[in-house]
């Protein structure tokens, strides 16, 4: 079963945009271990911190690689 994240990514889809070594960043500013993000990413478990840590380390890292293109462009 596919769990929805927002209204168009599913866990899986979010784990394909987090680079190597990110689940450790993820888990420090959630609050938990790395083994619980790949619990969590792995849908074997359930954590609000982790979903909102996950989508922010996301977010910033797709609002950085906007920022490298458009001082390229």
């Keep these: 079963m596919q769990i929805k994240l927002?209204?168009?990514?599913?866990?899986?889809?979010?784990?394909?945009?987090?680079?190597?070594g990110y689940i450790k960043l993820i888990a420090?500013?959630?609050?938990?271990?790395?083994?619980?993000?790949?619990?969590f990413l792995s849908e074997k478990t359930n954590s609000t911190k982790v979903e909102l840590a996950a989508l922010e380390v996301v977010s910033d890292l797709e609002q950085k690689k906007r920022t490298f293109i458009d001082q390229i462009v």
Excluded: D, F, Q, W
């Design 28 to 39: 420090i500013k959630a609050g938990v271990s790395p083994h619980s993000v790949s619990l």
């Design 6 to 20: 927002n209204k168009n990514m599913t866990r899986k889809e979010l784990k394909e945009k987090i680079p190597y």
